[in-house]
């Protein structure tokens, strides 16, 4: 392995924040432009929700192959066809003239940002010592927190002044960009690999893509379609855990569900992040399409959620000293589904005022939730479990946002035509999609109850006997 000059090893952490930056801005920019895309495309802004779920699907699908193409054909070549594949997919997003022509192109665009992000990641872990770790990848943190900020807003005004177009074509430039610097400063590590479980990871792909597709189903009123495809799907994830069981080199160990608060903190993060996940689609629709404000004015009023949940960081250590995990989590996520049934009270005649303490509170409490459950879902693995377990949290995060997306659109489709229960109303539907996710995230309390007192414990001492020293 050549060693890096002191130029490179200084530039090589902003080649990560970049592709953080990308990556965040791509998966929350598209929702505020969703009905003007629907217009355009001759579709109903209600049924947009696939061009969501397939770029959030493609990533949580394509993840678990990024680590095994790096080592490979080293992070240089992976991370620059990463680049290009990005690029490429956002070029045919700008240029389709169909929804299943967007669709295709957000799963192109999926397959390169699905490997932007883990191969810079392992690429800084690779080329600096562990002692550097943290100040390396810290460098991250501030475009993984000014993302979801700018996004709707530039989301927003580039669909109302230029065209939605445009929230895909000015990933061009900053690929082409990234191309070029990585040219100058990106190593390309390679590494000795065995053998790919491509039969495990074919089996848990299929499973995961015939539930979100099942799921998406149920709200085009494809019953038969949708018991079928769940069936399979749940079959499928049988016989992955017993492929799991006879194979040691599994793409996900099964000795990884051994370990208590890994078990409890994934089953958690898949269920209570449901409802969460559905409303950086829902709201952008609710308040274009039930309320009519422009896409800008819903940008705006996504804002608030980011900057809370920034102003939550800070918090979340001292609850957790003074709670524990598992009492934090039972009653945040209870809190979570309350606030979510919240947004179901104002109605359309209200001045949009009424809904910041709403989204404020969104912001505190799913950030709180975000933290603490994966801090919990990790908190106990041995040293040889933490690469795939952090591996399978990443994909099981990204899984629970395309079911997030999925099961809270069919909520709202099948709301839309339950005439008796909101009599052509388009806000009542969502009145009664907050409603049933907010249950829903409220139910997903229990599992939490499964985590013992102390587990986690000697992460807070850790953390607050830390916080002491410095």
């Not at 109903?44 to 397939?54: A, E, F, G, H, R």
């Not at 997030?404 to 806000?427: E, F, N, V, Y």
Request: proline letters at 4%.
């Amino acid at each position: 392995m050549d060693s890096l000059s002191s130029s490179e090893k200084r530039h090589l952490p902003m080649i990560l924040a970049v592709a953080i930056f990308m990556q965040m801005l791509d998966t929350t920019i598209l929702n505020t432009a969703l009905p003007s895309i629907a217009a355009d495309l001759h579709a109903s802004p209600l049924n947009m929700q696939m061009t969501v779920i397939s770029y959030a699907l493609t990533l949580a699908l394509m993840i678990p192959l990024s680590g095994y193409f790096a080592d490979r054909f080293g992070t240089k070549t992976t991370f620059q066809s990463a680049l290009i594949l990005f690029c490429i997919g956002s070029l045919l997003c700008a240029l389709s003239t169909s929804l299943s022509m967007l669709i295709f192109s957000r799963v192109i665009q999926g397959v390169g940002g699905a490997m932007m992000v883990p191969v810079a990641r392992l690429t800084v872990m690779k080329a600096f010592d562990k002692s550097e770790w943290v100040e390396a990848l810290n460098v991250a943190i501030v475009p993984a927190l000014i993302a979801p900020i700018i996004a709707p807003l530039l989301g927003g005004y580039l669909t109302q002044w230029l065209s939605w177009h445009w929230i895909f074509l000015i990933n061009i430039p900053i690929g082409i960009l990234g191309i070029l610097f990585t040219l100058r400063v990106m190593p390309n590590f390679h590494t000795e690999v065995g053998k790919m479980d491509l039969m495990g990871y074919g089996i848990f792909a299929s499973a995961a893509f015939l539930l979100t597709l099942g799921l998406d189903w149920l709200g085009q009123g494809g019953g038969v379609i949708f018991v079928l495809m769940i069936i399979t799907g749940f079959v499928l994830l049988r016989f992955y855990i017993h492929h799991a069981q006879r194979h040691r080199e599994a793409i996900f160990p099964i000795d990884l569900f051994s370990v208590r608060t890994f078990r409890v903190g994934l089953m958690g993060n898949l269920f209570s992040r449901i409802g969460m996940s559905s409303l950086p689609f829902l709201l952008p629709l609710l308040f274009q399409v039930a309320f009519g404000y422009s896409a800008s004015v819903s940008g705006w009023m996504l804002i608030p959620i980011a900057l809370s949940s920034i102003l939550a960081k800070p918090l979340m250590m001292p609850m957790i000293h003074r709670f524990g995990y598992r009492k934090v989590l039972l009653v945040n996520t209870a809190i979570v589904g309350l606030n979510l049934m919240a947004f179901a009270i104002p109605s359309a005649h209200v001045h949009l005022l009424w809904f910041l303490p709403i989204l404020m509170f969104t912001g505190l409490t799913n950030s709180l939730q975000f933290s603490t459950m994966n801090t919990i879902t990790l908190a106990n693995l041995r040293i040889q479990q933490n690469s795939s377990g952090n591996s399978l949290m990443s994909v099981n995060q990204q899984l629970s946002m395309s079911f997030g997306l999925a099961i809270g659109a069919s909520i709202l489709q099948l709301s839309m035509k339950q005439d008796w229960l909101t009599h052509g109303s388009i806000h009542a539907a969502f009145q009664i999609t907050f409603i049933i996710l907010g249950l829903i995230t409220l139910s997903s309390a229990w599992i939490f109850s499964l985590l013992h007192p102390q587990d986690g414990d000697q992460l807070a001492h850790r953390s607050h006997g830390t916080s002491h020293q410095s």
